[in-house]
């Protein structure tokens, strides 16, 4: 059955510095998504990605912040200064983008845990 | 802005016991309504989702919820659990107008004892 991968799965970083997380959503899906959950608190949308543009995103997307689709396969999520409150589990998803709204089912890769020291 | 709760924050039961997680949602309009299961070490999946039509879904592996419009409520159920069932489970919430992100509640752990 085709998955949602992400790499890397762990990924530290000093405070300050650039990351980028990768995805490679499955196949044939149009819509992609990130999700991220602080330790002990909710799973929380993102963004979501659409024909190469970001079709929603949440009041956390801020500047610092980016999504890309450099190429055929991977979705990528670029932090430009990373803060200490950034650290979390980042969580990529992907649907196919049937149907109307959000009746389409996403499916998410296993996640990259974000350290920021 | 939508809201979803889970009240059971940790549930532990014995093998056999039936099982009940709630789920209770704040949004007026219509939802689509989704509950996900993340077993240890592994990625969030989908056990079931409602969009329409019977209220009773039923999902995988002998899951299943309920929609009670009245109530904002779409709880899980399973008549008897395994302990393979031991997992982190997660209500979440999308409203029917063109939105696809999802609103998750804050999870329940389910710890099944042999």
């Known amino acids: 059955e085709p998955e949602v991968t992400q790499t890397p799965s762990h990924q530290v970083t000093q405070m300050g510095q650039e990351v980028i997380l990768r995805c490679v959503p499955i196949s044939n899906h149009l819509y992609f998504y990130w999700y991220r959950q602080i330790l002990g608190q909710k799973v929380e949308f993102l963004v979501s990605f659409y024909n190469n543009e970001i079709s929603e995103k949440s009041e956390i997307f801020d500047d610092q912040f980016s999504v890309e689709r450099p190429d055929g396969s991977n979705f990528t999520l670029k932090i430009r200064s990373t803060k200490l409150e950034d650290s979390a589990m980042y969580f990529c998803?992907?649907?196919?983008?049937?149907?109307?709204?959000?009746?389409?089912?996403?499916?998410f890769g296993p996640g990259t845990r974000l350290t920021v020291l | 802005a939508q809201s979803v709760s889970q009240h059971n924050h940790h549930v532990i039961l014995s093998e056999a016991a039936s099982l009940e997680l709630g789920c209770n949602y704040s949004?007026?309009?219509?939802?689509?309504l989704f509950w996900y299961v993340q077993y240890p070490g592994q990625h969030l999946q989908l056990l079931l989702k409602y969009f329409s039509g019977d209220p009773l879904v039923k999902g995988i592996k002998g899951f299943e919820a309920e929609f009670i419009k009245s109530k904002f409520s779409f709880n899980l159920r399973k008549p008897s659990v395994q302990w393979s069932d031991t997992a982190e489970y997660f209500c979440a919430v999308n409203a029917l107008t063109g939105r696809r992100a999802l609103t998750f509640g804050s999870g329940t752990r389910l710890q099944v004892q042999p």
């Open positions: 949004y007026g309009g219509t939802v689509n």
């Open positions: 998803a992907s649907s196919e983008g049937v149907g109307e709204g959000g009746t389409d089912t996403q499916y």
